[in-house]
């Protein structure tokens, strides 16, 4: 087998290193001032001592190969999610104990720095192959999107601890960290016919008879739906399969380019690179509102939330195994999806042809100015426009400041019915709040 791959960096010495360094010149220099020579054999001792530790782990050669694996292979924002990494050293000689840590890419945060065990050599004439040496550690998932975990970096020092070198071994992975969906309350919604006069309850779920079949519980499924009975039948989780799939697609705008940063609108967050907290917030709503729309009986389309290479705004998403795929595509979503306008108004038409009413419609986007006119007239091919306006804290969107009202005053006027939130609002609450503002009991 070829020699595994690593590179590393140069040996420099540490502070106990260059410590004796300074031992070493001020010994020099007190032998010169008392003529002694036992001071001067001192010194080149305190030198020997640093030198020798350079070359030792500049010379220290370590054949490590490593693999991991995520358990789950993707999670959700906050989900813990634990990292196997297989270490074998294909050495002859025994590696010597050491330091190591997992990089991860930015923003994600490396794994702490653990002790490395000595591993025993390997050869050939007693094993197929070196023995698999386990390490774990928790993963960093505070931040959603696909992100590169590695390479295996172990850092070297000498008997002395005087010298280190950092060697780094293996490739990258991806794990995948979707947005959290959060479980969302039945509601109803009294909704507006003909003029307008006459109010009718239409119930946000499936119209069709409740033939209730069990199926196994598959990621993405609300566990309001677990069947109990079924569950303890087949010693597994089961999840009730209503058969009321309504021929009736919902459609989903996030308006990510309304979330753009610019001169005049800034989020507290640290610097331009980081993650906008109303962004993330409105992207958990999209995928908690799909997913339940799905667990409800409608096909959902997604609109707007990522670029046309990665996300296919016709497809339609149903439940069960749409949910899902939703949820990882919405790992991808961007603030620089630039989708025109035109592309709401599209998804909506599309949606229409395929439902015996208007669909429904939900919109996300932020409190900044000029946000209400890229959506503003899907009201009117709508049977419940309902939107969300984000805005960057709950305080100001609570107290009605700035821009965070004219959005909302915009789209209430063009027909739409607005929830006002903030990005550490409880979305749960809120949508409880939609039924009860607008509902019957």
Same mark, same amino acid.
């Given at each position: ?6 590179? #590393?960096?140069?040996?420099? &010495? ?22 002694? +020579?036992?001071?001067?054999?001192? %010194?080149?001792? &305190?030198? /020997? ?31 813990? !999610?634990?990292?196997?990494? $297989? ?20 923003? &994600? ?15 050939? @004439? =007693? ?63 009294? &909704? ?19 033939? !209730? ?8 499924? @609300? ?20 058969? +009321?799939?309504?021929? +009736? ?7 990510? *380019? ?19 907290? %109303? ?9 908690? !509102? ?25 497809? !339609? $998403?149903?439940?069960? *195994?749409? /949910? #899902? ?8 979503? =961007? ?15 599309? /949606? ?14 932020? #409190? ?10 899907? %009201? ?25 009202? =004219? ?5 209430? /006027? ?28």
């Amino acid at each position: 087998m070829s020699r595994p791959r690593s590179t #590393s960096t140069l040996p420099r &010495l540490t502070v106990r290193g260059w410590g004796l360094v300074a031992a070493a010149i001020v010994a020099f220099v007190l032998t010169q001032v008392f003529r002694r +020579q036992e001071i001067a054999y001192l %010194a080149c001792f &305190l030198l /020997a001592v640093p030198v020798f530790s350079l070359a030792w782990v500049a010379l220290r050669r370590v054949a490590l190969k490593v693999r991991r694996r995520f358990s789950p292979e993707s999670g959700s924002v906050g989900q813990t !999610v634990t990292a196997t990494i $297989f270490v074998q050293n294909w050495g002859s000689l025994r590696s010597p104990a050491a330091v190591w840590v997992e990089k991860a890419e930015a923003p &994600l945060q490396s794994s702490d720095p653990a002790p490395l065990p000595a591993l025993p050599g390997y050869t050939s @004439s =007693t094993l197929d192959e070196p023995a698999l040496h386990q390490l774990r550690y928790r993963l960093d998932t505070s931040y959603r999107g696909a992100h590169q975990i590695g390479p295996f970096e172990v850092t070297l020092t000498d008997p002395f601890g005087c010298a280190i070198r950092r060697v780094r071994f293996g490739g990258t992975d991806t794990v995948l960290v979707t947005p959290t969906v959060y479980d969302l309350a039945r509601i109803d919604l009294r &909704l507006s016919t003909g003029d307008g006069a006459e109010q009718v309850s239409r119930r946000l779920v499936g119209a069709g008879e409740q033939d !209730v079949i069990a199926r196994k519980y598959l990621p993405g499924d @609300s566990m309001r739906r677990v069947h109990w009975p079924a569950t303890a039948k087949h010693g597994e989780l089961m999840v009730r399969q209503d058969d +009321q799939r309504n021929d +009736q697609d919902a459609v989903i705008v996030l308006d990510a *380019h309304s979330f753009v940063r610019d001169s005049t609108v800034r989020w507290k967050s640290g610097s331009d690179d980081d993650a906008d907290p %109303a962004f993330e917030w409105a992207v958990s709503a999209v995928g908690s !509102v799909a997913v339940h729309l799905m667990n409800e009986g409608y096909g959902v389309r997604l609109v707007g939330h990522a670029p046309g290479r990665v996300s296919d705004d016709d497809e !339609v $998403f149903t439940a069960p *195994h749409g /949910a #899902s795929r939703a949820v990882r595509d919405l790992a991808f979503a =961007t603030r620089d999806a630039l989708h025109d306008p035109l592309d709401f108004r599209e998804a909506v038409e599309a /949606a229409a042809l395929t439902s015996p009413d208007a669909p429904p419609v939900f919109a996300i986007v932020s #409190s900044a100015p000029g946000a209400a006119g890229r959506i503003r007239e899907l %009201a009117a091919m709508s049977s419940h426009p309902i939107a969300f306006v984000v805005g960057g804290d709950t305080a100001a969107g609570r107290a009605g400041l700035g821009s965070d009202r =004219t959005v909302a005053t915009e789209l209430r /006027a063009a027909g739409w019915s607005v929830l006002e939130c903030g990005a550490h609002d409880d979305l749960p609450s809120l949508w409880k709040a939609l039924g009860d503002a607008r509902g019957i009991g």
